[in-house]
């Protein structure tokens, strides 16, 4: 079955340090995008890419960035991880064309120390 | 920018009563209106969604109301069981792809 996978499931990352995380999808959908959620600030978007060599930066985008070399994968990278960014953060995708709806991936549980 | 304002942030019923979360957007350019459920430790799933050339909605149990005037729209739970305790999230988009912008969410408590 078509899907959205996110990896790892769980990092622990040191201030300082560069970290990606994976997003992978295999329905080809067109849209892609990363969120992180925060106790109280719900769903904020930090990038979202419309198609291959398309990025655009979201409501959060600082400290994050992101590439699309290919449909499938918008991997997301914090250059220099500080405590700020220990969150959570799902990615989800949407086809143009086929309804508006995003579907998410499991999420990603980052700890920064 | 869009901004949606999301209310109550918590919100506590007894079994079998109705619920009822109310956001309102900025932007009135925005035509998408869907809301999300999230249960603890998984990911949102969409539920419903209403665009903005209806005014009402309705699935099962659930229903969703516009009000393009007043910049409003609300979700309804009717008859409600302890599986619907979630955090529910409204969002707003101009439509086609995009982007949505989320309230900060209602933590939804069905007390058996």
């Known amino acids: 079955d078509a899907e959205i996978t996110q990896s790892p499931r769980h990092k622990i990352t040191e201030t300082g340090r560069q970290v990606t995380l994976a997003c992978h999808q295999t329905?080809?959908?067109?849209?892609m995008f990363w969120y992180r959620q925060d106790l109280g600030h719900g769903l904020r978007l930090i990038h979202y890419?419309?198609?291959?060599?398309?990025?655009n930066k979201g409501e959060v985008s600082d400290g994050y960035s992101v590439s699309r070399s290919n449909t499938e994968d918008l991997p997301l990278t914090l250059e220099s991880a500080a405590s700020s960014q220990t969150s959570v953060y799902f990615c989800?995708?949407?086809?143009?064309?086929?309804?508006?709806?995003?579907?998410f991936g499991p999420g990603t549980r980052l700890t920064v120390l | 920018g869009e901004n949606v304002e999301q209310h109550p942030s918590t919100l506590s019923v007894q079994e079998g009563d109705s619920a009822v979360i109310k956001c309102t957007y900025s932007?009135?350019?925005?035509?998408?209106f869907p809301w999300y459920k999230q249960e603890l430790g998984k990911r949102p799933q969409l539920i419903i969604d209403?665009?903005?050339?209806?005014g009402e909605k309705k699935d099962q149990r659930i229903a969703v109301t516009l009000n393009k005037t007043a910049k409003h729209f609300s979700l309804h739970i009717t008859e409600t069981q302890p599986e619907d305790s979630a955090v529910y999230f409204c969002?707003?988009?101009?439509?086609?792809?995009?982007?949505?912008?989320f309230g900060k969410g209602t933590k939804l408590t069905v007390n058996p």
């Open positions: 890419s419309y198609g291959v060599q398309d990025t």
């Open positions: 989800a995708s949407s086809q143009t064309g086929r309804g508006d709806e995003q579907f």
């Open positions: 932007d009135s350019a925005s035509n998408y």
């Open positions: 329905w080809n959908h067109n849209n």
């Open positions: 209403i665009r903005s050339n209806v």
């Open positions: 969002a707003a988009s101009k439509g086609g792809s995009e982007k949505l912008v």
